[in-house]
Nanobody
């Protein structure tokens, strides 16, 4: 089993900043892609940003230039630095992690996907 613990959400004024963290623990050998999604009330869950195991990242157009996703593989943690926050950024933010587990002596792996429990970010004056 793999466990994801998110932290860093809260209430912030428009124009402010927050940093979200998501730490993975449990039974895995490597981390593959890691990402942040968000879901606003009454809306579908959407991708905010994704970072590959090699460190390449992509973002939703709505957050480009304001949000930065990063990862620390030694700590098995993904971060989301959110700057210049807007009321429309209000949502529950979920981390998403793909883990790889070696299954035989040849090094073959299986991939599994896990979601964090979600952390609420509210941008309001």
């Amino acid at each position: 089993q793999v466990y994801l613990v998110e932290s860093g959400g809260g209430l912030v004024q428009p124009g402010g900043s927050l940093r979200l963290s998501c730490a993975a623990s449990g039974r895995f050998d490597r981390l593959n892609d890691m990402a942040w999604y968000r879901q606003a009330p009454g809306q579908e869950r959407e991708l905010v940003g994704i970072i590959s195991s090699g460190g390449n990242s992509n973002y939703a157009d709505s957050v480009k230039g304001r949000f930065t996703i990063s990862r620390d593989n030694h700590k098995s943690t993904i971060y989301l630095q959110m700057n210049s926050l807007k009321p429309e950024d209000t949502a529950v933010y979920y981390c998403y992690v793909e883990i790889l587990r070696v299954v035989n002596v040849e090094g073959a792996t299986i991939k599994r996907k896990y979601w964090g429990q979600g952390t609420l970010v509210t941008v309001s004056s």
